[in-house]
């Protein structure tokens, strides 16, 4: 587990939501949730100073996710962010690396390569077992 990881886990496929929370139950500390990006920002706000990453999709209703990181980075320029979505192309892209993006993941998405994503964003080793 890695110690003082808490993440904001947001998308607004709830199945999604509930996969995540299962497979990184051993790897963070704890989770905050939200189904779209204005209950994410409202979510942010509150813990701020407890929340150490956030992983995001981009489509979603009533603010998408590269909206949602705009807001964000108006609070704070530190927060790693990492994009997961099945809707990438070259422009979300590059708009999500202008919103200094640590990573951008495509779904169904790769739990090994997620993992090795917030090990490297809280500088701790990863397990040398591939996960499955």
């Known amino acids: ?12 496929e709830q199945e999604l939501l509930e996969n995540l929370s299962f497979d990184l139950r051993d790897t963070v500390e704890e989770l905050f949730f939200a189904t779209n990006g204005r209950d994410a920002l409202e979510i942010y706000q509150e813990y701020q100073s407890e929340i150490s ?22 609070l704070s320029q530190t927060v790693p962010v990492i994009f997961l979505t099945a809707h990438g192309d070259q422009e979300q892209m590059k708009l999500a690396l202008s919103l200094n993006a640590f990573d951008f993941i495509s779904k169904p998405y790769d739990l090994w390569e997620l993992k090795e994503a917030l090990h490297s964003i809280y500088n701790t080793p990863l397990d040398s077992v591939k996960a499955s």
Do not use: H, Y
């Not at 587990?1 to 607004?12: E, G, Q, R, T």
């Not at 992983?55 to 807001?71: A, E, H, R, V, Y």
């Open 53 to 74: 990453c956030i992983i995001t999709d981009i489509k979603m209703p009533k603010m998408n996710g590269l909206q949602f990181i705009s807001k964000i980075r108006e």
């Open 1 to 12: 587990m890695i110690k003082a990881s808490k993440v904001l886990l947001v998308d607004d």
